[in-house]
Structure formats: C-alpha cells, structure tokens
C-alpha cells in the first residue's frame, strides 16, 4: 500500500511538471519526454487506475484479421494446401522461437532484422525469420534425407515495413521444399509448376518466373574479372536490377563494391540480355568466354534440362531464363526463381520506397515478387554435426501480397464475403418460447447442422430476420403456438421470403438438402 | 578477413587452454568453461567453420510436430474447428506478441511466466499468455460490443513444463468467445454445450464438467468472514482441491494466508459439500448464511437458471455444481467451469508434481482438466479507454493434452496414420519413359488428382511399388511401350495387386471413381 501511495504522489509531482511545460509553451520533444515519465508512472500502478494509459494497438508492422479478412485468408489457404497435397507433400510444424544459434550465420547483412527474445535465465531464443532455416534444422536433428513437406506459419523480421503493400514485422509464409538426393531438375521443375498452378488458380492476374542459377551468375563474375571473395555482394547489387537502372547498379558496383568500370561492363553485356528460353542457354553455352567457366557451363546445362522438363508441365508460356534475376539470401546453391505479377494496377498504393531499399521490396512500376525460392543444397549440412549434406530444393508463396490482391477485389466485387457458416437461424415470432428455441436448437446441432438462435428472452422476430440478412444465414426456422400443436417447424428461405410448414421429422434432412450447394 | 584471422588465432590458443586443462585432469566445470568460450569462438566464425558447434534441439519446452503428428493434430482441430461453426461462430487472428503493457495487471502472479522480447530499440514487446487478453484488447480497440468468435493458435508460458502430460511452453489454444449483452446464462449454457459436444466427439473417455459461479465463491468466503481483499488469495488456495486433500489447503490458508481456524473450517463445510446439480442450488439458496449474501444468490438462481437450459440441451449428465471448483485467473466475474476426464490411465506417465504446483497441473491420481473458461465481464473494460464494459463468457480447449491422448490411441491402434492424401503414383517397368512419366503426371495435376511421380530417371518398379506402400498410396498408373502405343494406361490397385488397362482418356474419372471414398 505504502508503494502505492507513493507511485501516486510522484504522479501527482509528475501532472504538475507537465501542465507547467505546457503553460510555458515548452517545446514538443520536451512535453513528450515528461509525458512519457507521467504514462510510465501511472502503468506501475496497474489495475484500475492504469487503465486509461493502456496505448490500444498492435505492436508495429503486425496486425489483427477481422472475421472477413480470415474469411479471405482461409480460401486462399485452402487453394495452397491443395496444390501442395496435390502435389503429395506431408506439413510439419516448428516452434515459433529456435535458439539463437540456430538462425546465426545464415542471413548474411539481414541478421539484424532477428527477433531476439528477452534474455530471462536459460536458452538466448530468436523469433523464426524464416521457415526454410528451422527446415533445415529439422532435417539434421531427425536425420531425414527423404522428404516433400509444406509448411504453413508466421515468420518474423525487425524491418521497416509498407503494410499498404503487404508488407510486415510479423507475416505468414507459405514454404513448399523437396529434400533428397535425385536427378538433376526434377524436383526443381516441380516446385516452378506449384507456382504456375497457384498463381493461375488464385486469379491474380498476368504473371512471369524468371529463373537463373548461382553457377552461372559465379560463372559469369568469374569471367569477367570479379575476385571470388566479391561474388555475393556483387550479386546482391545484381539484385536490384528489378528496381533500379543498370546504371545504378553499375555505380554501386564501381563506386561502393570498388571494382573497375571495365569490369562492371562486362556484368553489363550479360545482365542487359533479354530473357530467353532454352535457346538463350544454348547460345551462352557456346559463348567463347562463358563456355570456359565449368560452373556456367553446368549451370546452363541444367537450365536447359530444367526448360525440357518446363515443356512436359506445359508451363514455358510464364518462365523465362533471366540473367539479371540474382536473389539476395546467402544460401542457394542451384537453380533460383522468382515470380512476380506483371499486371499493372494490382499494388494500389505506389508508396515511396524504403530508405533501405532491401530485398523485395518494390517500386511504383514493379508490382513485386509474389513467390520465390531455389536449390539449396548446403544449408541441412552446416546443422550436420558430420557435415553430411541432404540436397534441397524449394519455393516460398509471398502470400501476404496475396492477401492484399485478393482482399482489394473482394472489396471491389459486389458479392459479400461471409464469415461464419450457419446454415439456420431458429427464431420464434411470439413470446415466452426460448426453452422451445434452445431445444430445438439443440436437437439440430446433435444432427451436425449449424444453427445460431439469438441470446435473448423474447427477440422481436425482425431482429432475428435481420441477423440472417446481416451474416447471411440462408434459412430461419420459425417456432410458434401453432407450429408446436401441429408437429412442424416454419421453414422460411431468407432470400426469397418463402415459408413453408415442414414436420419436424423431416427437418434436419430439408435442410440438408436446402443448403447442400453452399 | 583481419578478423577472421584474429578469431581463428584465438581459436587456436583457446584450444591449447582446453587441451592443457584436460591433460592436468582439472575440475569438469573448469573444462567446461574453457569449452565454452572455444565453442563461442568458433561459432563467431559462422559458416562452415562454426557447423559443427550448432546444438541440434529445440528450445526448453517446445517440440516439432512432425508429419504424422501433423495428421493427428489436424483432424483435432478439424473436429474441434466443425464444432465452433457448427455454433455460428467467426475467427480472427491477432499478432502473437502484445505490447507489454496490454498484458500487465492481468495473470496476478503468473505474470512472471510472460516471455518478453528483447528490447531491440522501439515498442516494449511480450509473447501473448493466452487468447483472451488478445481478444479482450481486439473488441476495445474495435469497438466491437457483439461476436461470437473462435481463435486456434499458440500460446506461450516460461513455466516448467511436463512435456510427457502434453503440457509445453509453447502450445495451441482453442477458444471460443460470446461476447455482448445478452439474457443470463444462454451464451453459459452454449459454452457448456460446446465442451460437451467436443469431448464426446473425440471420444477420449468419460469426462465431467465441473460448474461454480465467482460470485458463489465471494458470498461464501464472505459469510465465513474471510476479508474482502482475502478472496482472491483464498480463492487460489481451494481452487488446489482438485490435486491435494482438504487439510494441505486448509493448512495453507491458516498458516500461510494467515486466516483462522475457525474460518477456515467454515469454507470447509462449504468447499467439501458434494457436488450436484439444480437442487444443491437450490439447497444453498435456503442456507441461513449464504442467502444472507447479495453475491451469492445472485449467483446460485443463476446456476439454476443454467442448469434449467443445460436440461435442453441435453448435457446434465455430464454437468455437475461444485463449490470446491475454483479456477485461478483472476479476470472471470461469473460463472466458472472446468472439464476433466474421469477415465483412469489416460494420462501414461504419471510424473511428480511440479515444485510450483501450478494451475492447471494434474497429480497421478487426476488425469487432467481438459477444457475451462468462465464469465468476464470486466475485461474489455480495462482496455477501453472510458471503461464501457463488453461482458463476455468463453472457454479453452486443452488441446495438447488432448493431442498426447488421441497421439497414444493412433499408436496403440493397427490402423497406418497416412501423411499425405496421394490418390496415384505415375509409374514405369521400364527404361527411358521419364519423360512419358512426367507428361502424364502433368495430365494428372491439371485435371486435379493428388499424384507423385518418383524423381528419377530410371527408378526400379519395385522400389515405385515400395514407396506406395510405405506412404498409403492406393493406386499405381504404370506406362510402357505397350501402353502408349496402345493410348491406355495399366492401373494397379496396390492393396490387392489387381491391374486393369484403362484408356487415357478415361483415366481421370476412373481415378476419381476408385478414390473417390477415401
């Protein structure tokens, strides 16, 4: 109590050095700085007395989904998980935080995005910032060498975000990856196919993949005079050629990774090639100095098989072979792919860009990258205590874009989006019939049907016809004097206003019937 | 690369120390001191350097769920999620971290179980307790006085977990909320029915829900003089019963809470009435003492009242009053109710009890309460900044206790839990057709069947026949010469071997036909 009374005193002390600044008219930064002391003091007390302080909000770059927007969220799901059980794909789940020295070492510059969680005896954890890492882990801790599995969750990173274009702290990834030692760009054709079905199924609109390999794009460094200990940086100024001019690029290259301009326009030539198909790689197979880079030439190779493989999906009118796509994260080893949606018009918001400019991340024009992924075949081996390697390969749906796409035209469309599936309402029009409401209610939640009844004594039978229009529950189910004499029940379809007597032997199965399509 | 040297130099040398120490046979904590500071050297190094010193587990308390458990879980939820719609209600999702603050003031002393975020510059940040301070936060800041929702997601406790009873410290919540303004105790009843409902469909056994009402507990303690700011502390001391005798409680409110024996032997006589149904309400509303206090009746007509609705919904068999239930939180202001399974030998191991004896942790004897929730009808409040009350009534399901029981019946059964849903595998007997493999599958996939085609050139049939009855696969589609000539493809039902030619434009339907059970 003691405690209390002088938190409260200091409060006290604390309003009177706030009204006093703001009587002096003292600067902004300073009213704030005292307020802040003043909100803190109060929050100690806790209870009652804090609660006009509490600041009602999410936590920065996170969000709440209303009923509607989960309504949206679980159809989207459920196209996925389809395609990914089509697929033959098992799920598994992880927690939410590994140990911190799970995540160190892989994201190269984006570690300082992690999570970490507070230090309060025991294991240092870290929020997931990815789930292709925790994948990675699993694989070596159980010893798995053999597995196609989905994974669904929320992954996490200290960004700075644009939530108007779909982008947060805390967001869903929709990860599918094939780990095993098979032949060459099988799995990998696979995975580019559950893109092109996903993106076709979810109606988005026009769309491409570009793919590309590290070994080329190390091969073609190689060429042209890149030392070895640059090729990731380079790379990742590579990286934003889907953002920025090439002469961006090329004074990022020269200016701040140090190279000679002479080199830098040798990345040129071969960054600046249109996009092809099979024939480009056969082309820059026979290319005089890229033929003599053995990591080129078997990646190329590859691309090849990759596109022979593209054709029997019937999926080559959407993939292109792109030189300039490069992909920022340390750990490809293979193949790598991005898709991104070339309609214009599906980001709304064509907000500025980040200070930051960090992967992913897009400009007014582009309307960004909807999935990605690639081979990574090095990743399970560093979890390894032996070091043995599981060659993997895998794809990450961008799914909170998607989200935003797909919420913007339900927004747009005229049909409403419902968010819960009762089938029936059970109403009465008179008064005094709640416990013949309940029962009846009851005995059609024992049938499986979804019944709501409103929680009220005596409802006005408008309030109940109402609710149904509200949450578009097709059918009422109408009790009254009569209706209880007679056996029967007053089936009335909510859309067209028709009633009808049924007896209430056969209720369950009309409305089963009724509501079979929805 | 200077640092990298450095730090491989001091890798060396800490090497040495190690070595050193273990050649003078010095102390175990010594080593492992020196062992530590090498493996924080080399972990610096990251990459492929550092592999080898990455601990392969999980954080204290959480697991992975890997695909079979997967399986499991899913048709859990599914079961549980059929319920909650088949009830009218809606789902929404919140952040899994709060601000710190909107958690403060609301688990009393469980508060130091809140795992906190590190304080990475920026908001002040905890993983949330449980979903209904999350809930409680969402309607205030919506403004929202009227849903009926659900949420599913993980929830997280710094407690000492017994993982071998299903209880982590990261786990699911199921939760299903009524909020709004409605006639007494029929959203209470819809509760109940609810929990009624899940258990038996889960068929894990007998069960029994456990009924008492806040106010009942305050009137009580009331008329047996415990003091006004005493309930709270006493209320946590009988909420025990469940897992000790009536003299360890008794002695905890004498000795430790401070209260005498005379009032002590009062609750006593009141705690240790057995438990009953409408009748034992309608005893205590009779009783000289406790129909003295306002609380109290208010709360037994209301227990009337419920079990009248719990009769139509046809529930009282399983539903008991009984003031000896407690329950720990300190937000519910109404009726309160808890669910345990009666069935002896569910829970397999049964483990000491936890030092702290916390709530919701079961002795060998009681295999655990499986379901609560209760009425609280102030919580909203507390967030809103005027303090307009939303008056809510809800309950949890405890899901991973249920997972570990519905996990110990899959075991204990004969019948294969399958990961996947694959309806047909596209296979070969001979050489050279993996490109006719791939165009059928192909084929497959866009007509919508759940197909696997093995990632290998030349794969043995035997070992394409093994992988279907290693994952449950119930149909082979096998190509050959003879078959495409023939424009047919053999199809094999796995389980008795026969096989059928069927022509390749009817494949699909006859796939869809044969699977179309499972």
Redesign the interface.
Known sequence: MADKEQIQQAIKEQGEVVRKLKTEKASKEQIDEEVAKLLQLK?QL???E???????????G??????KQ?AI??KVFKTIINCF???????????????K??L??KYGEDSKLI??????G??L?A?RYDLTVPFA??L???KITN?K?YHIA?V?R?DNPAMTRGRYR?FYQCDFD?A?Q??PM??D??CL?IVY?ILSELELGEFLIKVNDRRILDGMFDVCGVPQEQFRTICSSVDKLDKVSWEEVKNEIVKEKGLTEEVADQIGEYVNIKAGGSDLAEKLLQDPRLSKSKAAVAGLTDIKLLF??LE???TTDKVVFDLSLARGLDYYTGVIYEAILTQAGVAPVPAPKDANGSAGDEGPVNVGSVAGGGRYDGLV?????K?RKVPCVGVSIGIERIFSIVEQKAEASAEKVR????QVLVASAQKNL??ER??LT?EL??A?????VL???NPKLLSQLQHCEDTGIPLVAILGEQELRDGVVKLRNVANREEVDVSRADLVEEIRKRTSES
């Open positions: 929050l806790g209870g009652d804090g609660k006009h302080v509490f600041v009602l909000k999410t936590p920065k996170t969000r709440d989904y209303n009923p989960m969220r679980d059980k089509r697929h033959g794909a098992e799920t598994l789940d992880t927690p939410v935080f590994e140990l020295e799970t160190t070492g999570y970490d969680l507070k230090d309060q025991g294991e954890l929020l882990r699993f070596a801790m159980n597995i599995r929320k996490y200290r805390e094939i095993g098979y032949d099988i799995p054709a696979e196919k079905e022979s493989y029997l999906f019937q081996g560093m979890f390894d205590p070091g968010t819960t599936e009762t709640l416990e309940l029962k009851s939640w024992n499986g049907i979804k019944v709501e929680y009220k004594r």
